[in-house]
């Protein structure tokens, strides 16, 4: 990872200052200053927590570029994707996950670590991610389905359309709303055991 501490914020694009959605964009397509604006913020981050233990200038540099790296290799396999949540906040979490780490190795007191007063926001993480799951466990059991309940459940529930207008619009075979929600209550029951098995 470059070294990147001459590098002042402001010289960087104005929209990856401003918009965690472009820095995730930036991040995803390998954009040198993304990369060089998320080390910059990671590095302040790990200096600040830093301060009360004794890491290094170099261990904080070796921490900063692994930090980018796991987080860039998340971005790009898929395992974190921007869906409001900024990818310094994230970058950032597995910072602070390696510098615990990097604190036990060191015999360093790890219970000092744990009671810094900044707000921990590893369970957001872990719901992020439990979330992200629980789509992706969604999406495989929707592909089970058949096309016609597939599709009464992706109107309502994807789509965002009222029952009224599905069927005024010949959206599905069903030509009353009655009819459109026994189908789409069937619809739910076989996608629940779907998702149990």
Request: net charge positive; charged share 25%; proline share 4%.
């Amino acid at each position: 990872m470059k070294n990147t501490s001459n590098v002042q914020l402001t010289s960087l694009p104005k929209e990856i200052l401003s918009n965690p959605l472009a820095l995730y964009k930036g991040l995803k397509n390998m954009d040198n200053s993304a990369i060089d604006f998320l080390h910059q913020k990671i590095k302040r981050h790990l200096n600040f927590r830093s301060r009360q233990y004794n890491a290094s200038p170099m261990d904080l540099e070796e921490l900063a570029n692994d930090a980018i790296l796991l987080a860039l290799r998340k971005i790009s396999d898929g395992s974190y994707s921007y869906e409001g949540y900024s990818p310094v906040t994230f970058a950032g979490i597995v910072a602070d996950n390696l510098l615990r780490n990097f604190c036990r190795k060191k015999h360093r007191h790890f219970q000092e670590l744990e009671s810094v007063n900044t707000p921990s926001v590893q369970p957001e993480v872990e719901a992020y991610l439990a979330q992200k799951e629980l789509k992706n466990q969604m999406e495989k059991a929707i592909s089970k389905l058949s096309a016609t309940n597939q599709l009464v459940i992706r109107l309502k529930y994807y789509d965002d359309l009222k029952d009224e207008e599905i069927v005024s619009k010949g959206l599905v075979p069903h030509r009353t709303t009655d009819s459109l929600k026994s189908a789409r209550c069937r619809s739910l029951k076989r996608l629940a055991a779907l998702m149990r098995d």
